[in-house]
């Protein structure tokens, strides 16, 4: 079997990060809040659960371009600045909450994915780098990042993989707002951004990267 690299999807912007080589672990977890009650007499107070919070997901991941080339890249233009830039704001999305100002923007969301293998929707909280290996000119050739993803989106809030599984049949439509992208509006209804593919190919949009808000588009059954 050939190696299936691990991925970090943009989901908002519809591109990927392939890690050079795959986590030798990675952990999950997640805290649920209880507050405790007066004892009243008791002792100990009741614990009524209050909410729970967003999973995390952290791992380590490394990068290296000492070898087996002969002529080694920039490690951080090569591969970890792409990472760092799930990091940045971009000004054009929408915030996740309708509540939100418009005119903030954010980072996008993202995913971890190994194969068969995905987990929630997340943006990245926490990235720091380690670099420990240079050229005589100082030029980085091998890296360690160490990543924590915060979950965004409850599991059952994911829209399903069908559109129409939902029992409302049929083709729907997606009226474009300011600071949509296709991979956004895949995710949104099909839970996958790497499906913006086929709203592209249903309305026969040849420039996928910007749409033009008021633009109502076409989105397909998923299968």
């Not at 080589?21 to 004892?39: C, D, I, L, R």
């Not at 990472?83 to 999305?93: A, E, S, T």
């Not at 995710?187 to 996958?192: D, I, Q």
């Amino acid at each position: 079997m050939s190696l299936v690299h691990a991925t970090i999807v943009d989901c908002d912007h519809g591109t990927t990060v392939e890690c050079m080589f795959n986590p030798t672990e990675y952990t999950f977890s997640k805290q649920n809040v209880w507050t405790q009650g007066a004892a009243k007499g008791h002792g100990i107070g009741l614990y009524e659960f209050s909410s729970g919070q967003s999973s995390l997901l952290q791992m380590q991941l490394f990068f290296n371009t000492y070898i087996p080339h002969p002529n080694p890249e920039n490690v951080c233009e090569k591969y970890t600045k792409a990472v760092w830039k799930m990091m940045q704001v971009d000004p054009k999305l929408a915030p996740l909450s309708s509540g939100g100002d418009k005119g903030k923007g954010r980072p996008p969301v993202v995913r971890f994915q190994w194969g068969s293998t995905q987990t929630f929707q997340a943006v990245i909280i926490n990235l720091s780098e380690r670099l420990t290996l240079f050229l005589p000119d100082g030029t980085p050739v091998r890296s360690t990042l160490d990543v924590t993803f915060q979950q965004v989106l409850a599991e059952d809030a994911y829209p399903p993989t069908n559109p129409t599984s939902g029992g409302v049949g049929g083709e729907r439509v997606w009226t474009v707002n300011e600071g949509d992208t296709l991979a956004w509006i895949a995710y949104k209804e099909y839970g996958n951004a790497n499906l913006w593919r086929l709203i592209a190919d249903a309305n026969n949009l040849t420039k996928v990267r910007r749409l033009t808000p008021g633009t109502v588009l076409e989105i397909p059954n998923a299968g």
